[in-house]
Structures are given as structure tokens and as C-alpha cells.
């Protein structure tokens, strides 16, 4: 009968995957497409981290299951950059290391939520917060930042949307796919009004947190009162560019890292045991590599910056971190080159695919019609093509 759970109905495909296949597709038919679709560091991995892992291959110990959680090592190095780094007092009980930071997000999801519960999401947000919010039963209760606020959703905003079926609260900074990074006091702010409510549980997600260019990388769990109220999550995906190494790991209550240890152990247990050892010296290693990634992304971010405002009709904010821009293109909605009417984002993604050969993500994916996700993870060449291919074919509009 081929029948899907409902569970299974109620969520999309990934729209970053899906636009990136697509412009594979094109690709494959000998087409020259700049694909800004995926948020995946055009770096290679430094060349000290592929080392160790080499390494833990040649000593031959690292052949049979880790333990769920990860490596006691790795997990107590995690720990100590919390406290060095992040002010966070987290110790080896409190982190659990997955296959990337989304199974991380998965793993507590399902650790948490039963049916009817509530989970604020904060808009414009990754495209898989919404979709594993359903998949564990529960409800997306979306609260959008606009452009005005650099898409910061504001503790006013929280405060309104919380009903007694709030059981999460989760949101990005380094923001993907804005950019936009929240300072101490509106984080500040926020968890004043998360610890009026006893039942209520912050999801950080820090992924982009070395991408990061204000300086100024407050970790909700570093708040007073927070310790016991947020689960941080993070990985080596995107400032160590470790995409397909596949780690990402969280911080959080012990109570909370056993029960998305348990989670993990029926699904997939361990991480990699090899991709385990090259997280280990990614974390006790040279920052030297990252720190020449994020110069790159800055220099990118603003030749980007200034190539966007040259569009016409365009409208983007200015990016304090992570790899993206979030530019709002809905003056284009309704215009049409003779053939075809752009209607939404949807309709502007694919034909500027067919017609500029620039891949981009709809911004409906993320929580706001109006926006396209572009990646500036890509050489300065390719970026200054695909604004250019933007510009002329966006002209063409009437």
C-alpha cells in the first residue's frame, strides 16, 4: 500500500539539499552553475586534523564501537573549551558528541517533546528546526524577526508567544541563514523572560560561533540562571571545515545529555571513531587555520555586501557572522521576462537557476516568503560572477 508514517508526511525535504540538486542536475548537462545554495566551507580541512586522524588509523585502536556519548577524552577536551571559551562550566557528563550537530538537534527533540507541546522557533531559521520539531510530534510556533531588526526576534516577542504548551525555545547565532548575531543584553533579555517560566528549555545552537565577526559570542548557558535551562549545541562543520566529517555534539543538564545519550544509542550509536580523533585535534589544536577561514569570509561578506546594494530592488542586511546573506527580493514578485512571471521566492530561485545559472535557496524555507539564502562560501571569483549573472538577468525583469 506504500503508505508514509504521518510523521514522515508532515515534514519537506531539505530545500538547501534540494536546490543544491538541482543545480547538480544542471551541472551534469555541461551548464556553468555558481551554486550558493549549501552552507558548506569551500576550505579544506586543515591539514593538522587530517593528520591525527591518519594517525588513529595507523595505531590500529580506534577499530571497535565508541562509547555512545563519544570518546571520555574528547568530551572532557569539549568541555574545558566550554570553560575557557564560552564561561560555560560544562563537564565531560554534560556532553554528548553525535553524527552532526542536526542529529544533536534530533536527539534532543525527541529527548524532550511529546505531542501538543509547543517549540518557539525563532524566524528566519534553519530549515530543519521546523521539520524536527514535527518530527518528534510536537508543534512549530514561529516568531519572525523582520529586516528593520537585523532579523532579531526581541524579548517582547518571545514573552507574547509562550503559552502553557511551551516546552522549547531554539535560534541560531551566528544566525543562519541571516548572519545576524545577538548581543549579551538582548540574550540578556530573552532569558529573563525563559526563567519567569519554569518549564521552558533554550535551545542555543552555536554552530557558527568562530564565524563570528562582532567580537562578541555570548553563550545563553554563561547567563545567570541558564545553566540548568539551555542545551548548547555546536560542531566542527563550519569553522574547522568539517562538513563531512560528521560531528557535532551538545552541551546541556546531565539529566538532558543521558537522555539524548539513550536517544542515540537506539538509533545510531557512536560517532565515527575516526572522526572523533580529528575532532580531538581540531579542539585542542591550532586556531590558526580558522581564524585564516573567517578573515576570508569577512573579506567576502563585504565585497558581497556592496555588490547586493548595486541590485536594484534589492534589500539585505549587514551580516555580523556565519557565511550568509538573507536578502529580501519579494520588489521582483509579479514582474516577468515575457515568459515567465516570478511569483514568489520559490519561482525567483529556479528561474534565476534556468536563466542566471545562480543557485539559491527560497527564503519560505527558512521562515520568510520574501527572502532568498545565499552563500558566500564560495571563492571571490565566484561571487563576484554570480552577483554580476544576478544583476544582468534580474534586468531583464518587467
Known sequence: MNQLSNRINAIEESATLAMA????????????????????????????????????????????????????????????????????????????????AKQSIANVMLAILNPGDEVIIFAPYWVSYDALVRLAEATPVIVKGGIENDFKVTADQVEKAITAKTKAIIFSSPCNPTGSVFSKKELEDISKVVLKHSNIMVIADEIYEHINFTGDQTSMASLPGMFDRTIT??????????????VGYIGAPK????????????????????????ALAAITGDLGPTKK????????????????????????????GAFYFFPDVSSYFGKSDGTT???????????????????LVPGGAF??????????????????????????TLATLK
Open 341 to 359: 512571471t516570478i511569483k514568489n521566492g520559490d519561482d525567483f530561485c529556479l528561474w534565476m537557476l534556468e536563466k542566471g545559472h545562480v543557485s
Open 293 to 320: 577561514m573567517v578573515e576570508e569570509y569577512h573579506k567576502r561578506r563585504d565585497i558581497v555586501y556592496q555588490l547586493l546594494k548595486e541590485i536594484p530592488g534589492v534589500k539585505a542586511n549587514y551580516p555580523q
Open 233 to 246: 549545541v555546536n560542531g566542527f562543520a563550519k569553522g574547522f571545515a568539517m562538513t563531512g566529517w560528521r
Open 367 to 392: 521562515g520568510d516568503e520574501n527572502c532568498v539564502r545565499l552563500s558566500y562560501a564560495a571563492s571571490e571569483k565566484d561571487l563576484r560572477e554570480a552577483m554580476k549573472r544576478m544583476k544582468d
Open 21 to 100: 540538486a538541482k543545480a547538480r542536475e544542471f551541472k551534469n548537462k555541461g551548464i556553468d552553475v555558481i551554486s550558493l545554495s549549501l552552507g558548506e566551507p569551500d576550505f579544506k580541512t586543515p591539514l593538522h586534523i587530517c593528520e591525527a586522524a591518519k594517525k588513529a588509523i595507523d595505531d590500529g585502536k580506534y577499530f571497535a564501537y565508541p562509547p555512545v556519548a563519544g570518546y571520555q577524552d574528547l568530551r572532557e577536551a569539549l568541555a574545558a573549551k566550554y570553560q575557557k571559551e564560552n564561561n560555560v562550566p560544562y563537564k565531560a557528563e554534560n556532553i554528548v558528541v553525535s553524527n552532526g
Open 255 to 278: 539529566w538532558l545529555a543521558d537522555g539524548s545519550n539513550k536517544v542515540q544509542g537506539q538509533i545510531t550509536s557512536a560517532n565515527c571513531s575516526i572522526s572523533q580523533r580529528g
